[in-house]
Antibody, heavy 125, light 108 residues
């Protein structure tokens, strides 16, 4: 059974750095084609893709937040960590990690088939 | 970046109704369009991938179609548990992934 679980602080102050951890089981991020994404959802708003890390340790970020985000993985712990620097109240959101797989060689992936339950982060002084 | 739009943004429907949601991409995304269902306070759930393939365990009343820039999600007979928000998402431009703004289905 594949599961993902997000963890991190519920409250952070503006200008601080937010660190979120995704702990997963049931798959390995060293397996070819495997990826983990971070997605966020501000209250009452749509889903926003933030970052992706793949089995080759390639890292990608949404253009608008690229300078503030860092994604990394620890294969031995089955964890993916997202850091966001200089947070602002607009970063208040529920943050999800998701699994995504490249199933067919050379073709885009099939969507995010497993999601964590999400962790809610409030940015406030 | 590829932009996604959805219509309508919300709709009211009754149990048993046939419901169709449209998702449009700002450029050709082939069939790399996926649909998710999200209920309040819960994480989204993958319903359909690559435009028309039902994820395992998803009821057959859900179906998807389309290619290129226009896609539809259809619920053939709305059930009480289907009242939720539905999002489309493109993976054609992976790693830059984008979601649509969502369509909320309410009880009429």
């Amino acid at each position: 059974q594949v599961t993902l679980r997000e963890s991190g602080p519920a409250l952070v102050k503006p200008t601080q750095t937010l660190t979120l951890t995704c702990t997963f089981s049931g798959f390995s991020l060293s397996t070819s084609g495997m990826c983990v994404n971070w997605i966020r959802q501000s209250p009452g708003k749509a889903l926003e893709w933030l970052a992706l890390i793949d089995w080759e340790d390639d890292k990608y970020y949404t253009t608008s937040l690229k300078t503030r985000l860092t994604i990394s993985k620890d294969i031995s712990k089955n964890q993916v960590v997202l850091t966001m620097t200089n947070v602002d109240p607009v970063d208040t959101a529920t943050y999800y990690c998701t699994r995504m797989r490249f199933v067919d060689s050379g073709l885009p992936p099939h969507g995010m088939d497993v999601w964590g339950q999400g962790t809610t982060v409030t940015v406030s002084s | 970046d590829i932009q996604m739009t959805q219509s309508p943004s919300s709709l009211s429907a009754s149990v048993g109704d046939r419901v169709t949601i449209t998702c449009r991409a700002s450029q050709n995304i082939n069939i790399f369009l996926h649909w998710y269902q999200q209920k309040p306070g819960k994480a989204p759930k993958l319903l359909i991938y690559t435009a028309a393939v039902l994820e395992s365990g998803v009821p057959s009343r859900f179906s998807g179609s389309g290619s290129g820039t226009e896609f539809t999600l259809t619920i053939s007979s709305l059930q009480p548990e289907d009242f939720a928000t539905y999002y489309c998402q493109q993976s054609y431009s992976t790693p830059q992934l984008t979601f649509g703004p969502g369509t909320r289905i309410d009880i009429k």
